[in-house]
């Protein structure tokens, strides 16, 4: 290094160590005074003119008489300060990022420089270099360390600039009824499927962290085991994420969906079996102009989050159909409707929460029941598609069809052993029926 760098100080070498000190002790209550006060300007005025008789010394200080890397440094020190105080003085657009981002350049520039002092004055540093210095992993590390330092302090300071500008006014309350809320549709099932995928990954993890670690013995069965275990838990967390993007996202789509199967003529006579919080029932009053929506329920807490007729009647109103709602608390199994009421009859997910056959029967023959000759029923539902057909033909309606993604079908019963046929029934009641 003796053949790159003069390390006796010269005549110029003095006030450029002296500048540079003083840069460097200037630097840090530049960067975390209040900025835009008389301390900071001051501070800057001593950092700026310590800078540059450094810059300017460092040309000079070097016993090769050319042109190499640390004269380059020099200039592109005196090119970043230069930015920085001229965005500082004219204040162009975007001159805070400017200035912030010139100082900071212009301190790395300058603290990088008395890093490799550091490393080429101090014995103990300068074992470290080896033959070639600049092929010195112990020097590169400490250069990465402090410019990813240098670089942190850049964004956090920049992001503190556009926080205060964001935070400039105080913010817009968002009003209540922006939006209506649907709820989360059976979330102790979701529950369940979170907590099965949360101990099957557990297991796992507990294992394979004892082989990696540890000596102890793992039979092939605690392996098999948590193998098992985390593949369970990965299709439960997965099931659990569709569940909830279902319940706050898809289940809108749907929405659309499943009342575009209806040629509205806006007078229809409208009936929600299992209404919940009135995700279908909304939908169907807004195709609506003369007619109204009845939506119906018992309001079980383990169908559906917060499920209460007032949040029903509150989405009714968010959603501007109040006028045209009507929410009652009513048994599906036995309406307390008149035979051929109702042009339309929807119903999303709520049937198959009857548990017994013979009941879930008596709400078929319901529907029929209260269903006007030549109505229209729609019946989405996860699971007993061939069970309400069957009772429906019974009772008169027996122009039915199956609707819906062949391919979803195929899925959900694969993966939960039958368990879940989701598909939509599509019932039209005998014009010629009493």
Partial sequence: MANFIELDLSLPGWPHAAACLVAMAAFFPVMFVRKGGAAHRAWGRIYVIAYLIACVTALGIYRQNKFFFPHWFAIGGLVVLAAGCLAARYKPRGWRIIHLTGM???????????????????????????????????????????????????????????????????????????????????????RNLFLVSAAGISLWTVVMILVKFTTMHIPQVVFALSGMGFGTGVLCMVMGIWMLWESKIGKLRGRDRLLDRVVWTGSEQVLDVGCGRGLILMGAAKRLRTGKATGIDVWQAEDLTRNHADATIENARREGVADRVEVRTADMRQMPFADNTFDVIVSRAAIHNIHKAPERAAAIREIARVLKPGGQAIIEDIRHHREYALIFTQNGCADLRRAGSLAVYLFFSFVTFGSLRPATLLVRKSASRG
């Fill in 104 to 190: 900071v350049l212009s301190a790395y520039n300058l603290f990088a420089g008395a890093v490799n002092e550091a490393f080429f004055r101090i014995k103990a540093l300068r074992a470290t270099l080896g033959e070639n210095p600049f092929m010195s992993p112990v020097l590169g590390t400490t250069h990465a360390v402090l410019f990813w330092l240098f670089f942190l302090l850049i964004v956090g300071y920049i992001a503190t600039l556009d926080l205060a500008e964001w935070r400039r006014y105080p913010v817009a309350r968002t009003p209540v009824a922006a939006r209506p809320d649907y709820g989360i549709d059976a979330p102790q099932v979701l």
